[in-house]
């Protein structure tokens, strides 16, 4: 069993730079791969980007590749969201999420997510 607690958003200008966190609890965090996902008003939930249990891989969806980056402290129990050059349109709600399935794109491979944390980017 893990419990995931996203921290670290906030509001940001266009252009602007956050680090969104996400703390693992129990033992095990080293075996998941550990997903990032977003959610707008009204829209479905969204897959940013993953990372494998190792740290050694990672997976971005197209929108947000070269502008945020994830990463993982196996020995902290946390992974990160860097997000850099934000824009208006990536004002959502970001969960992270763990599988046991490997890096996976989907949110019915994750079996354990955050309650999420808001982003909300100004123009």
């Known amino acids: 069993q893990v419990q995931l607690a996203e921290s670290g958003g906030g509001l940001v200008q266009a252009g602007g730079s956050l680090r969104l966190s996400c703390a693992a609890s129990?033992?095990?965090?080293?075996?998941?791969?550990m997903g990032w996902f977003r959610q707008a008003p009204g829209k479905e939930r969204e897959f940013i980007g993953a990372?494998?249990?190792?740290?050694?891989?990672?997976y971005y969806t197209d929108s947000v590749k070269g502008r945020f980056t994830i990463s993982r402290d196996n020995a902290k129990n946390t992974v990160y969201l860097q997000m850099n050059s934000l824009k208006p349109e990536d004002t959502a709600v970001y969960y992270c999420?763990?599988?046991?399935?490997?890096?996976?794109?989907?949110?019915?491979?994750?079996?354990?997510w955050g309650q999420g944390t808001q982003v909300t980017v100004s123009s």
């Open positions: 990372i494998n249990w190792s740290g050694s891989s990672t």
């Open positions: 129990g033992r095990t965090f080293s075996s998941y791969a």
């Open positions: 999420a763990g599988s046991l399935l490997g890096i996976a794109t989907m949110t019915y491979q994750y079996a354990y």
